[in-house]
């Protein structure tokens, strides 16, 4: 069984609770990501993602300038980067969420995506047909 282990972003981008759902907007379409991390006082406290800046904000006719801290994502558990694609892949079902945060003893680490853990199932089915190609025709 896979793990997310090596397969998340390390690049993860953020901002403050402080700051604006357009501000968000425009940096997750500047660098063609789907979530960013906020913080506050230092400490991350959640995620933002564009869903939930077209649920929150543009769906409901808010305004733009809505602080982050207003719509940021505070119920979605962290994972360990030793969690297997199936808990992870079951936990995003379980949010309705695309994305969620990686840690490690308190630390944050990276985000995994959706992309990255169906990318991995996908490879790792890919091996174990090559796997059983070669058991079946020696």
Do not use: F
């Not at 907007?25 to 933002?48: D, K, P, T, Y």
């Not at 379980?94 to 994305?99: F, M």
């Amino acid at each position: 069984m896979a793990t997310i282990a090596h397969h998340y972003s390390i690049h993860l981008l953020g901002l403050g609770a402080e700051a604006t759902c357009r501000e968000a907007a425009e940096m997750m379409i500047e660098n063609s990501v789907g979530a960013a991390a906020v913080h506050e006082q230092g400490q991350i406290i959640g995620l933002v993602t564009e869903r939930d800046l077209v649920e929150r904000i543009v769906a409901t006719g808010a305004d733009g300038a809505v602080p982050l801290g207003d719509v940021v994502r505070r119920d979605l558990p962290p994972v360990g980067p030793r969690i297997s694609t199936e808990e992870c892949a079951e936990l995003m079902r379980y949010h309705c969420t695309r994305h969620l945060l990686v840690a490690d003893g308190g630390r944050v680490l990276g985000i995994v995506s959706m992309r990255d853990v169906i990318a991995l199932m996908i490879s790792e089915r890919e091996d174990m047909i090559e796997q059983l190609r070669g058991y079946v025709y020696g």
